[in-house]
Every structure is written in structure tokens, then in C-alpha cells.
């Protein structure tokens, strides 16, 4: 069985300070690795996905890093705005496709 | 990109009644939907996988008969809440997967605020 896990759970920085979010998982076997932001009250916004062959993605100040054989991946934003409070998610596939997700950490930008 | 949708987003409901979420897949064909509850500083919990035609498959701990699934046409699936109780009370966000963005993906829908009094 597929454990995702999250540290730290909430995360409060200044603004300008780069962030890390840590994701683990029990099970190295992944095809993929996803990243996801979701803001209060709302749906998930997808943010990388890094196939199992790679070793980072990157999409602007964002970039994730993935170490499928310690079972690892870190998420940096850098720069960090107001606007980047929300809280991220990640998530790897189960065999058939059904997404385990971690529970997430909670970021607070202050300005 | 793929856009899905819930309606309604928000909903609010007497104990004992049932109420009907739909999630849609607009400019794709989603052969397979799946429901996730979220509660409260919690993550997602997958409900159940849904494929167009077929019958849904329920996760472990999920009652099939309270949590109704349809997935009737490649664009809609609807979870019904039967005879809902505060504790159903729950965030509950729907992701379709498939047609000409494959099956690696699922994108979500914004999700519907339930609330039973």
C-alpha cells in the first residue's frame, strides 16, 4: 500500500523567501509524481508532473525534484508572493490509476 | 487544457433528503471519473472510480447504497448523497481522466461544498 507524506504540515515565510515543501512515499515503484495547489474552498490546480524517468520539472519559479529510489520529492518555489498562500499537494498513482495524495502543507506568504 | 466541471458548487440540505452533484468533462471525453471527499485540514479520500457504462468501484469503508454513482455518457458522472446526514457533511471533488489526454492524468473539477443540517 501506497503512503504519501507531507512535512512540514504548515509553512509561514516572509515575502522574497524561497520555499521548500517535502513529499515521501512508502513505495518507489511510481510511474509519476504530481504536484497540486489548492486555495480555500476550491478544486486542486495541477502544477508539475514529473514522469518517473525524469529528475525535476520545472514550470517558472517552480520546480520539483524527484528521487524515486530514497522515495522523495521536493517542490521549491522561489521568490515567494503573497499569492503563492495556498496549500500544495502531492499525489503518485496507484496500479490503476487511482492517486494517492498526501495531506498536504499549508503555505502562508507574509507580506 | 482539460476543464471539468461540478454543479452546484455549493449546497446546503435537511437532514434526510438526498442531493445530486454532477461533474463534467467539457472539452473532453473522460472514460473514467473518480469522486474524492476532503474533509476539514484533511486530504483527499478517493470514494470510488467510475467508467462510462459500467458500474462504479467502491473504495473500502465507502457505502455504495448511500454514495450513488452514474456514469452514464462520456462527459457525466453523478455521485447522489442518499438520505444525508451532518456527517456527510464534506467537501467533495470529482477528476476524469482519458480521451485525447490519455489516462496518466486526471484533472479535477472545483469541487462542491456540502453541507447537511
Keep these: 500500500k501506497q503512503e504519501v507524506t507531507q512535512i512540514p504540515a504548515a509553512l509561514s515565510v516572509p515575502e522574497g523567501e524561497n520555499l521548500v515543501l517535502n513529499c515521501s512515499f512508502t513505495d518507489s515503484a511510481i510511474y509519476n509524481l504530481q504536484w497540486f495547489r489548492q486555495d480555500p474552498g476550491k478544486g486542486l490546480t495541477s502544477l508539475l508532473l514529473i514522469q518517473s524517468s525524469q529528475r525535476e520539472q520545472t514550470s517558472g519559479r517552480l520546480n520539483a525534484s524527484l528521487d524515486k529510489s530514497s522515495g522523495r520529492s521536493t517542490l521549491y518555489i522561489a521568490a515567494s508572493q503573497p499569492g503563492d498562500s495556498a496549500t500544495y499537494l502531492c499525489a503518485v498513482p496507484l496500479n490503476d490509476y487511482k492517486l494517492s495524495f498526501g495531506a498536504g502543507t499549508t503555505v502562508t506568504v507574509r507580506a | ?117
Design chain 2, 1 to 117: 487544457g482539460a476543464v471539468v466541471s461540478q454543479h452546484p458548487s455549493r449546497v446546503i440540505c435537511k437532514s434526510g433528503t438526498s442531493v445530486k452533484i454532477e461533474c463534467r468533462s467539457l472539452d473532453f471525453q473522460a472514460t473514467t471519473m473518480f469522486w474524492y471527499r476532503q474533509f476539514p485540514k484533511q486530504s483527499l479520500m478517493l470514494m470510488a472510480t467510475s467508467n462510462e457504462g459500467s458500474k462504479a468501484t467502491y473504495e473500502q469503508g465507502v457505502e455504495k447504497d448511500k454514495f450513488l454513482i452514474n456514469h452514464a455518457s462520456l462527459t457525466l458522472s453523478t455521485l447522489t448523497v442518499t438520505s444525508a446526514h451532518p456527517e456527510d457533511s464534506s467537501f467533495y471533488i470529482c477528476s476524469a481522466s482519458g480521451g485525447v489526454y490519455g489516462t496518466d492524468t486526471q484533472y479535477f473539477g472545483p469541487g462542491t461544498r456540502l453541507t447537511v443540517l
